[in-house]
């Protein structure tokens, strides 16, 4: 019977934290984050590159964490959806998700978000056509993408103010 | 997926150490696109898998004795990013530009796309487009020099031993007036295998005689390659419809039955007539 | 040679499974003695928005903040047989059934405030009971639903709602095969490359007859996502199988529509109440999607006078029907 390799240590920053995890050589940084971080936030949906469900910021760029090879990772820091805003502390993103309806079944939302979240960093405002292709490495087959690219245009360089996550009334 | 070692070199160095012993079962993985898929499909069983992004020597883009060297990590992001390669090989920027979606080429190299050799390959026809040298190192041999068209010698099959590792794809600067231009077609517009794609690069005189020329349709054979009997038509000519309508005909005809299927011979012949209208 | 041309599409579909076959549905509110309310549904919400619309249908009924509803949904233990999900049916049989529950609860509810208030022209509205008469003879609901409990009353009720057709003559196909009936008509206007066979789909509008759409974001959010799926079907999705074993098996393989695929989608909520249904809504789930691949294949005929009739009118398709026909 072949012997599995041994783990190695592998040693990175998730959210702005420190992280230490033993690792086999074969997983990939998409099975660490769900299966021994138990941050299930970042999906897994195709495994090879092909969906953006488990789209995630790593060293500040959108990867998927299904093609990046867990010990790739040594020494880097990766922000995944739990570290975007809480259910407590919504980040501006997320608000304007639920406030323009951009949200079905919300398996493709984490990625959107961590694309989302990409894009505006390098591009305050970006346009119509500039949101489409942010996202186009991000499949959804509920929304069309429309509540999504209009979401993100809401965001605008104005609305800095955190507001409170409970709404008034209906 | 099945067990491997995974070795992590800092120095181009240590890589060519490893690979002088361990070479014959070892696999390199850059941004992994191609690589983590195969492993995990088992495409590709190999002992070791050795990542070359901790090589800081193999990405970037300088410019030295007047040619553009690029290392072979440099991702899709960091070519579609560069002003320089903009301006200077602009074809190089619209291939990789048309590859997958962001976060594939955020991780995704121009190195990858070579070492691949997938027939269906978007970076590589334009680099071989561009006559580009890839610059190969390895205990064995030292250093060597191998012209981008002559790479891959079958699909998913380079030429490069089993020790060697791809350390520059070096490109002479095109001389000014020269055009290029970059097609693809594909069944979606994003994160799309391409159905086809053709490189063009064209340099005419004053006078409108072409003096350069250099098609390279890609997803239509098995090994994409400039297609020199077609672009022997054109060259030192002006481009006269009925000499345009021969070098269609000609690459029509260059396309070994085998490969390109029946339906996509009409569209290559209508995007090669329409990119090369772009550049004339 | 780029080529637009535009196309409809209409369609009518029935809600429910039809035909006589089996289409019952169930719902429980319960008042609290706070005044707090708890609805149980067996139906699944998997982000089509199930779950909010009957919040909605309840907090509506009842006078209640649509966000103080409590749901529990989709739990075998303890919530009612809803059947299933689909066939665009949940808001027209499951709505009923919350909405009956609802005005059961109500019945309960409103001797007890007429007693206390003394007037019986009562209306239930923000999170009061009150004369519509004399305004000022009015209590809070959570009061009222105390006075209930006190009175040892039950105020929980879970109804059930039923679609289940008679079914048509096998001979004539004349009878009643549904409830009832949901229309929509959609346009495309596209744009083919003659040269490669590449369709663009520039515009989509649809207009959907829901009856009436209880959250009208939501059924957009059908629509722009139904239409998408549609043109997908109509364009860049293709199954392949060889000796039994399906070659796209995978999201790389079986190529969905990404953000750079669609187009503005205009979408126009149609509101003809149907009286059989909660409020007058009917259903849009799958007629979203429905009407989209004929629109399209309408608006490439219309641009290249060529008739598809098999899917997907993708590179390949296209482009053989565009040589046949001589370019």
New interface residues.
């Given amino acids: 019977m072949e012997e599995k390799p041994s783990k190695t240590v592998l040693r990175m920053s998730v959210n702005g934290r420190p992280v230490e995890v033993a690792v086999r050589p074969s997983w990939t940084l998409l099975r660490v984050l769900r299966e021994e971080l138990r941050l299930t936030g970042t999906k897994k949906?195709?495994e090879?590159?092909?969906?953006g469900a488990c789209t995630v910021i790593m060293d500040g760029k959108v990867v998927n964490a299904c093609l990046v090879l867990a010990l790739q990772a040594e020494s880097k820091e990766i922000e995944t959806i739990e570290g975007l805003g809480t259910a407590d502390d919504l980040h501006l993103l997320q608000m304007s998700f639920i406030e323009k309806?951009a949200?079905?079944?919300?398996f493709c939302t984490p990625g959107m978000l961590m694309s989302a979240e990409a894009l505006l960093r390098e591009n305050r405002q970006p346009s119509h056509e500039e949101?489409?292709?942010g996202?186009?490495g991000?499949?959804?087959?509920?929304?069309?993408?429309?509540?999504?690219?209009e979401a993100i245009e809401s965001v605008s360089p104005k609305k800095i103010v955190r507001h409170s996550p409970h709404s008034d009334?209906? | 997926m099945q067990n491997f070692q995974f070795y992590s070199p800092k120095s181009i160095e240590d890589a060519l150490d490893f690979l002088s012993d361990k070479g014959d079962s070892c696999k390199i993985i850059a941004g992994g696109t191609d690589v983590i898929p195969g492993l995990r499909l088992e495409h590709l069983c190999p002992a070791h898998v050795m990542n070359i992004l901790e090589i800081r020597k193999l990405r970037g883009i300088t410019e030295e004795n007047g040619r553009i060297r690029i290392g072979p990590t440099t991702t899709f992001t960091d070519i579609v990013q560069s002003d320089m390669l903009k301006q200077n090989l602009p074809l190089l920027v619209e291939a990789a530009s048309s590859v997958g979606?962001p976060p594939i080429r955020n991780r995704g190299t121009i190195g990858g796309n070579i070492s691949t050799a997938s027939p269906a390959a978007d970076v590589l026809p334009a680099v071989i487009a561009l006559g580009a040298e890839l610059e190969l190192q390895s205990r064995s041999r030292g250093t060597r020099i191998l012209h981008a068209g002559d790479a891959v010698e079958a699909p998913y099959k380079t030429q490069f031993n089993p020790d060697e590792i791809l350390t520059g794809i070096l490109f002479k600067k095109l001389p000014q007036g020269t055009k290029s231009a970059f097609e693809k077609?594909a069944?979606?517009?994003?994160?799309?295998?391409a159905?086809m794609n053709l490189s063009i690069v064209l340099r005419a005189t004053d006078d409108g005689n072409i003096s350069d020329l250099r098609i390279v349709p890609g997803a239509v054979e098995a090994v994409a390659r400039r297609v020199t009997a077609a672009e022997k038509i054109l060259l030192g000519q002006k481009a006269e419809k009925n000499l345009i309508d021969k070098a269609t005909e000609t690459l029509a005809a260059e396309m070994v039955g085998v490969w390109i299927?029946e339906?996509?011979m009409?569209?290559l012949r209508?995007?090669f007539k329409?990119v090369l209208s772009s550049v004339l | 040679m780029k080529k637009r041309g535009i196309g409809v599409g209409c369609m009518f579909y029935g809600i429910g499974y039809g035909f006589s076959r089996q289409d019952i549905s169930s719902a429980t509110v319960e008042i609290c003695e706070d005044g707090s309310v708890i609805v149980r549904s067996g139906e699944v919400d998997?982000?089509?928005?199930s779950d909010t619309i009957f919040c909605q249908i309840v907090?509506e009924e009842l006078g209640l903040?649509?966000?103080k509803i409590q749901l529990i949904a989709a739990d075998t233990f303890t919530t009612p047989n809803a059947g299933p999900t689909s066939a665009s049916r949940v808001t027209y049989v499951t709505g009923n059934a919350m909405l009956k529950a609802a005005r059961a609860v109500k019945s309960t509810l409103e001797p007890v405030a007429t007693e206390i208030l003394g007037e019986n022209d009562l209306v239930f509205v923000n999170e009061e009971v009150r004369s519509k008469a004399h305004p000022q003879k009015r209590m809070a609901f959570s009061k009222l639903a105390k006075q209930c409990h006190l009175r040892g009353l039950q105020i929980v009720e879970t109804a059930w709602y039923d679609i289940t057709t008679k079914d048509v003559d096998k001979e004539t196909g004349q009878g009643d095969a549904y409830a009832t009936y949901s229309y929509a008509s959609q346009l495309a206007e596209v744009e083919v490359d003659t040269?490669?066979?590449?369709v663009e789909v520039l515009r989509l509008i649809a207009a959907h007859d829901v009856g009436k759409a209880i959250n009208p974001?939501?059924v957009?959010?059908q629509i722009?996502?139904?239409?998408?799926?549609g043109l997908g079907f109509a364009i860049?999705e293709k199954i392949t199988q060889e000796g039994g074993y399906l070659k796209t098996n995978?999201?790389?393989e079986y190529?969905?529509?990404?953000?750079?695929?669609?187009p503005v989608?205009e979408s126009h909520i149609v509101e003809v109440p149907v009286s059989t249904g909660p409020y007058g809504a009917k259903g849009v789930g799958e007629p979203a999607l429905i009407p989209t691949a004929p629109a399209i294949l309408n608006a490439i005929c219309n641009a290249l006078d060529i008739r598809i009739t098999d899917l997907p009118a993708?590179?390949?398709n296209l482009?053989?029907l565009i040589?046949e026909k001589g370019e």
């Fill in positions: 949906g195709c090879q590159g092909d969906c309806g949200v079905q079944c919300g949101i489409k292709v996202i186009s991000n499949l959804c087959r509920c929304t069309g993408y429309a509540k999504i690219i009334g209906y | 979606g077609i069944q979606r517009n994003a994160m799309a295998r159905y299927p339906y996509k009409p569209v209508n995007v329409r | 998997f982000g089509q928005g907090a903040r649509y966000d040269q490669t066979g590449k974001s939501n957009e959010a722009e996502g139904g239409v998408v799926q860049t995978s999201l790389g190529t969905i529509p990404t953000s750079m695929d669609v989608v993708d590179l390949e482009m053989r040589q």
